[in-house]
């Protein structure tokens, strides 16, 4: 579906010069002289890429037409992780290079989302926060009083993260996925 240039939201995913792209941000530019233009923050689906690109406003643009599948992860495979539709009870191999990063933060049950285009995967959208539980934490370091000290701690996925002195094994902790870092005990 095409759409004029000027009707586009951030979020919107479309397709410009061949690549599907999710618009991050846009601005509308007016100058004294001269034609408008549209200034846009796109981020490339498939590579991860940001870029920034400029356009005039008299040009249409397609519209892609994206898929999230609310999905539910059961577990790993060698390379794959099995997803499994939490409405049609479909299961579903993603490969590891479609998850980048978000690997580390996996964990049987979870609820995520998975986003599809005609059929394609391009990736995953986990929950802003995620409980889990500490398997392992290294000792705190006697008279290591200064403001913010924080110990390595290894969760349930095998993630490492920074945590307080004061949180042991065994506690659960939830952690940020958008950054990785401990956001509070649970």
Same mark, same amino acid.
Do not use: C
């Given at each position: 579906m095409n759409i004029n240039i000027n009707d586009?939201?951030?979020g919107m995913t479309i397709i410009i010069d061949g690549k599907l792209c999710l618009i991050e941000e846009f601005q509308h530019v007016k100058p004294g002289k001269?034609?408008?233009?549209?200034?846009?923050?796109?981020?490339?689906?498939?590579?991860?890429?940001?870029?920034?690109?400029?356009?005039n406003t008299?040009?249409?643009?397609?519209?892609?037409r994206v898929d999230h599948l609310p999905m539910q992860y059961l577990y790993s495979m060698g390379d794959s992780y099995v997803f499994m539709n939490n409405e049609?009870?479909?299961?579903?191999?993603?490969?590891?290079?479609?998850?980048?990063? =978000?690997?580390?933060?996996?964990?049987?049950?979870l609820e995520i989302t998975i986003t599809m285009y005609e059929g394609e995967i391009i990736g995953i959208t986990l929950p802003e926060k995620v409980e889990y539980e500490i398997?392992?934490?290294?000792?705190?370091?006697?008279?290591?009083?200064?403001?913010?000290? =924080?110990?390595d701690?290894?969760?349930?996925?095998?993630?490492?993260?920074?945590?307080?002195?004061?949180?042991? =094994?065994?506690?659960?902790?939830?952690?940020?996925?958008?950054?990785?870092?401990y956001a509070g005990r649970a």
């Open positions: 586009i939201k951030n001269g034609s408008a233009f549209m200034k846009m923050k796109l981020r490339n689906l498939r590579t991860g890429a940001l870029v920034e690109e400029t356009y008299n040009i249409k643009i397609e519209r892609a049609t009870y479909e299961q579903l191999e993603v490969p590891a290079s479609k998850l980048g990063d =978000q690997i580390k933060f996996l964990k049987e049950g398997i392992e934490t290294t000792e705190a370091v006697k008279g290591n009083t200064t403001n913010n000290a =924080q110990k701690a290894k969760i349930e996925t095998g993630y490492i993260v920074k945590v307080p002195l004061f949180i042991n =094994q065994g506690e659960k902790i939830i952690i940020s996925t958008s950054d990785g870092k």
